[in-house]
Each structure stands twice: as structure tokens, then as C-alpha cells.
């Protein structure tokens, strides 16, 4: 059996924590780490109907400077602020963009470890490309000053988030699909006067209910008659932090948390298999006047002067972007020994492994949730490219579209050459 194949995650729920007011409807999908969430979602709606608005591009672009430097910087104030709570300072922090970097910083880590880590230590020293060198993140590392890891935080790559609205889609989608083939199978039963419980449908004749039962789904979302619920677009961890200490650190962590007067812990999730963790979802306050004040002091527009928006408008500042943003965000936290780190990253609950059993494990694999993955990921590469409108969507819920479809689109965007073989 492979590595991806064996992997066994036992899960223990224990939130949410949060409150909710009786009779509120929650409204997070979204992107709950980004500050203009709503107005991306929806975007993002108006594009899963193929209907996108005229200044839909324009908004998406600022939406996307705007909210990913917010999401760098509040993610950098509160790392500090969660190490300050158990670590004394100094430490500093270095930028990486692959995980062989990250994965470079643990083997060098020379607190004491146990033989385990010891042994996958030298398993990574022996072979570093076996273990996906080049894999790209986009991430920053604390060390203390021993070069020991005291923690990261990153943001999610546009591919990622694309793939967990995928299944989050999927998800949502399968028990729709599955309750109308249902209803199929029901009304067969009725029509035939036999009681539906002793009613026997051939595997091949349940298989094209099913299909019929897709096909009907995506004419209504064609049509509007049917909309995504927002809990099924829900993405807490696009902002992530992981807090690496003790046992006895990490609970006197979450103990400050849970007192702290600005901070809610939304979710709290126990892992206890392969992969040992605690997942926390955070809501934390942003200062809008010390990150607007940050993105003047270091040029901040000089990253996005290729996004279409001319520059005179970036050296304004983030204050024109700022309307409608809401004042708190949500970030994931992780709490990790440092040998459940090293398991997480060379062991067997290894990330990119757990990312290939995500994608290989899926219950429902149709081709409406594959077109949202690839709605989400284009949503991403119109804003992060050089174009300032949009005359169509180039993914349709209701069509089938091939990867290459895609990847043609995000060509197109950056007036890059097909590479045809004819010229």
C-alpha cells in the first residue's frame, strides 16, 4: 500500500465556541481571512452564474492588493504577538517560497529530539528531493536566536484555496445530486406499485439517475434556481500561523487566548493520528491605520505596479480600497510539538501527501465542483494579472472543460504564446 494511501487522521471536534445570536444567519464564506469577503463572494457568485458585472475586474484587483497585504500584515503582528506569549524575545523572521527551505530549517534545528526525529532527520539529510524540495509556499519562519523553529505563518496559494472550494463544493453538491437521484428512484418505485424499500435499481440504471440528477442541478444553476449556500464556500485558513513549543507552552498559550479580551476562538479541532495537532480558528481585530501607514513606509504599491491599476492610484494608498472591509478576520492557528512538526513534514503525515489523498479521496468527483476549483483559480488570475475587464466568464458551471482550458485562459491574460507546435 503507498504512503498516501495508509495515512489515518483520527479527529476529534470540539468546537465551534463561538457565539451566535439566536435567529442570525452566519455569513461567512467567503474568504474569512480576507476583510472584503462579502463583496468576493459575491464576485465570485455573479461569475458562477456567468453574469459578471462591468467593474467586477477592477474590484477583484483591489480587493486582492488590498486584502492579501492586510492578511501579510495582521498575520505578522499576531505571530509576533502569539510567541511573545510564551517565548522570550528576541526572534527573527525570514521569508521562504519552498518547502525544501522550510524543511532545510527543521533538520538544522538542534534542540533535543527524540530518536524518531533523529531518524527522519538523516532520512532527509540522505535524500532531500524525495520529499517535494520544490514545493512552493508562500511563507515566513521564526527562529529564535539558535536557529531553533518557533513558528511560521503563511498564506494559501490561489491553487489551494481553488482546490478546497472544490471540495467544499463537492461536498455540498453530493447530497444534493444524491437526495434528487433519490427522488428519481422514488417516483420509479411509485410508478411500478412497489414500495420503495423493496424497490431494486440496477447499478447501471442508479448511475445514469445519478447523472440525470447532475445534469438537472447544473441547468438550475444556469437557470437561477439555485444558489450556493455560504457555509459551503466557508475558508477559514487562507491567513494560517503555527505556534512549534512544549506541551506545557503550547497550554499555557491557549489559556492567554482564551483570556484575551480582542481575540474569539471561533473553532477548535484535536488531531490524534498520523498527524498530531491542535487546529484553533481565530477572529483577531486589524489596525487599518498602522498597516496603511506600513504599506507607505515600504513602498508597498512597487508589487503590484503589473495588475493593471496605474500607479498614481496605488501611491494613494489603501485608504481608497478600504470601504466596506470588516474589522476583524479570521486565521487559522496550529499548536505543534516540535516532533509532531517533524512527522508533519518529513514523517508520515507529510503535508503533500496529505494534500495527493485530499484530491485522490473525494466522494463525489463531477465535473460542477471541478469547474468551481477552476472558476476560483481564473477569479485569482484575472486579479493578479495585467487585464482591466472581463467580456465573458471562460468557465461555465453548467459546461465541461478540460485542465487545459485553463491553463489556455491564463495564457491569454498574460499574453503569453501557446507554444502550438505548428507556430
Same mark, same amino acid.
Given at each position: 500500500?503507498?504512503?498516501?494511501?495508509?495515512?489515518?487522521?483520527?479527529?476529534?471536534?470540539?468546537?465551534?465556541?463561538?457565539?451566535?445570536?439566536?435567529?442570525?444567519?452566519?455569513?461567512?464564506?467567503?474568504?474569512?481571512?480576507?476583510?472584503?469577503?462579502?463583496?468576493?463572494?459575491?464576485?465570485?457568485?455573479?461569475?458562477?452564474?456567468?453574469?459578471?458585472?462591468?467593474?467586477?475586474?477592477?474590484?477583484?484587483?483591489?480587493?486582492?492588493?488590498?486584502?492579501?497585504?492586510?492578511?501579510?500584515?495582521?498575520?505578522?503582528?499576531?505571530?509576533?504577538?502569539?510567541?511573545?506569549?510564551?517565548?522570550?524575545?528576541?526572534?527573527?523572521?525570514?521569508?521562504?517560497?519552498?518547502?525544501?527551505?522550510?524543511?532545510?530549517?527543521?533538520?538544522?534545528?538542534?534542540?533535543?529530539?527524540?530518536?524518531?526525529?533523529?531518524?527522519?532527520?538523516?532520512?532527509?539529510?540522505?535524500?532531500?528531493?524525495?520529499?517535494?524540495?520544490?514545493?512552493?509556499?508562500?511563507?515566513?519562519?521564526?527562529?529564535?536566536?539558535?536557529?531553533?523553529?518557533?513558528?511560521?505563518?503563511?498564506?494559501?496559494?490561489?491553487?489551494?484555496?481553488?482546490?478546497?472550494?472544490?471540495?467544499?463544493?463537492?461536498?455540498?453538491?453530493?447530497?444534493?445530486?444524491?437526495?434528487?437521484?433519490?427522488?428519481?428512484?422514488?417516483?420509479?418505485?411509485?410508478?411500478?406499485?412497489?414500495? *420503495?424499500?423493496? !424497490?431494486?435499481?440496477?447499478? =447501471?440504471?442508479?448511475?445514469?439517475?445519478?447523472?440525470?440528477? #447532475?445534469? +438537472?442541478? %447544473?441547468?438550475?444553476?444556469?437557470?437561477?434556481?439555485?444558489?450556493?449556500?455560504?457555509?459551503?464556500?466557508?475558508?477559514?485558513?487562507?491567513?494560517?500561523?503555527?505556534?512549534?513549543?512544549?506541551?506545557?507552552?503550547?497550554?499555557?498559550?491557549?489559556?492567554?487566548?482564551?483570556?484575551?479580551?480582542?481575540?474569539?476562538?471561533?473553532?477548535?479541532?484535536?488531531?490524534?493520528?498520523?498527524?498530531?495537532?491542535?487546529?484553533?480558528?481565530?477572529?483577531?481585530?486589524?489596525?487599518?491605520?498602522?498597516?496603511?501607514?506600513?504599506?507607505?513606509?515600504?513602498?508597498?504599491?512597487?508589487?503590484?505596479?503589473?495588475?493593471?491599476?496605474?500607479?498614481?492610484?496605488?501611491?494613494?494608498?489603501?485608504?481608497?480600497?478600504?470601504?466596506?472591509?470588516?474589522?476583524?478576520?479570521?486565521?487559522?492557528?496550529? *499548536?505543534?510539538? !516540535?516532533?509532531?512538526?517533524? =512527522?508533519?513534514?518529513?514523517?508520515?503525515?507529510?503535508?503533500? #501527501?496529505? +494534500?495527493? %489523498?485530499?484530491?485522490?479521496?473525494?466522494?463525489?468527483?463531477?465535473?460542477?465542483?471541478?469547474?468551481?476549483?477552476?472558476?476560483?483559480?481564473?477569479?485569482?488570475?484575472?486579479?493578479?494579472?495585467?487585464?482591466?475587464?472581463?467580456?465573458?466568464?471562460?468557465?461555465?458551471?453548467?459546461?465541461?472543460?478540460?485542465?487545459?482550458?485553463?491553463?489556455?485562459?491564463?495564457?491569454?491574460?498574460?499574453?503569453?504564446?501557446?507554444?502550438?507546435?505548428?507556430?
Amino acid at each position: 500500500m503507498s504512503a498516501v494511501r495508509s495515512l489515518r487522521f483520527d479527529r476529534i471536534f470540539v468546537g465551534p465556541v463561538g457565539r451566535l445570536i439566536r435567529g442570525q444567519k452566519p455569513k461567512e464564506m467567503y474568504l474569512t481571512s480576507f476583510i472584503h469577503r462579502q463583496m468576493l463572494f459575491d464576485i465570485a457568485e455573479r461569475w458562477i452564474s456567468g453574469s459578471p458585472g462591468p467593474r467586477d475586474v477592477r474590484s477583484l484587483t483591489e480587493i486582492l492588493i488590498c486584502d492579501g497585504f492586510v492578511v501579510g500584515e495582521a498575520l505578522e503582528t499576531m505571530a509576533k504577538r502569539l510567541l511573545g506569549m510564551i517565548y522570550k524575545p528576541p526572534f527573527r523572521q525570514r521569508h521562504i517560497r519552498f518547502k525544501g527551505e522550510l524543511r532545510d530549517v527543521i533538520c538544522r534545528d538542534d534542540r533535543d529530539g527524540n530518536p524518531r526525529v533523529r531518524e527522519l532527520s538523516a532520512r532527509y539529510i540522505e535524500n532531500p528531493d524525495y520529499y517535494y524540495r520544490e514545493a512552493p509556499i508562500n511563507g515566513v519562519v521564526c527562529l529564535d536566536p539558535q536557529d531553533h523553529l518557533l513558528g511560521l505563518y503563511r498564506i494559501k496559494r490561489p491553487k489551494r484555496i481553488a482546490e478546497k472550494a472544490n471540495r467544499r463544493i463537492a461536498d455540498w453538491i453530493f447530497d444534493k445530486v444524491r437526495g434528487r437521484a433519490q427522488e428519481m428512484a422514488a417516483e420509479r418505485a411509485r410508478l411500478s406499485g412497489v414500495p *420503495l424499500d423493496l !424497490f431494486v435499481t440496477p447499478p =447501471e440504471e442508479m448511475a445514469k439517475e445519478f447523472v440525470r440528477a #447532475e445534469v +438537472i442541478m %447544473a441547468r438550475s444553476f444556469r437557470d437561477g434556481g439555485i444558489r450556493f449556500e455560504s457555509s459551503a464556500m466557508t475558508i477559514h485558513d487562507v491567513g494560517a500561523i503555527k505556534i512549534v513549543a512544549g506541551e506545557d507552552e503550547l497550554r499555557q498559550l491557549e489559556k492567554a487566548l482564551s483570556q484575551a479580551p480582542d481575540i474569539t476562538i471561533v473553532e477548535r479541532e484535536d488531531f490524534r493520528g498520523y498527524y498530531q495537532a491542535t487546529n484553533l480558528v481565530l477572529q483577531v481585530p486589524w489596525d487599518a491605520a498602522s498597516i496603511c501607514k506600513r504599506y507607505r513606509e515600504i513602498r508597498g504599491w512597487e508589487k503590484y505596479l503589473d495588475r493593471g491599476i496605474p500607479e498614481k492610484d496605488l501611491r494613494k494608498g489603501l485608504e481608497p480600497f478600504l470601504p466596506g472591509a470588516e474589522p476583524k478576520i479570521n486565521i487559522e492557528l496550529i *499548536l505543534s510539538t !516540535f516532533p509532531a512538526m517533524v =512527522e508533519s513534514e518529513l514523517g508520515n503525515s507529510i503535508h503533500e #501527501e496529505r +494534500i495527493i %489523498a485530499q484530491r485522490e479521496n473525494k466522494r463525489y468527483k463531477g465535473y460542477i465542483p471541478m469547474n468551481v476549483e477552476f472558476l476560483v483559480e481564473s477569479l485569482f488570475a484575472v486579479g493578479f494579472s495585467p487585464m482591466t475587464d472581463a467580456d465573458h466568464v471562460p468557465i461555465k458551471l453548467w459546461g465541461r472543460y478540460l485542465p487545459e482550458t485553463l491553463g489556455s485562459y491564463i495564457r491569454r491574460l498574460y499574453n503569453l504564446p501557446e507554444h502550438d507546435l505548428s507556430g
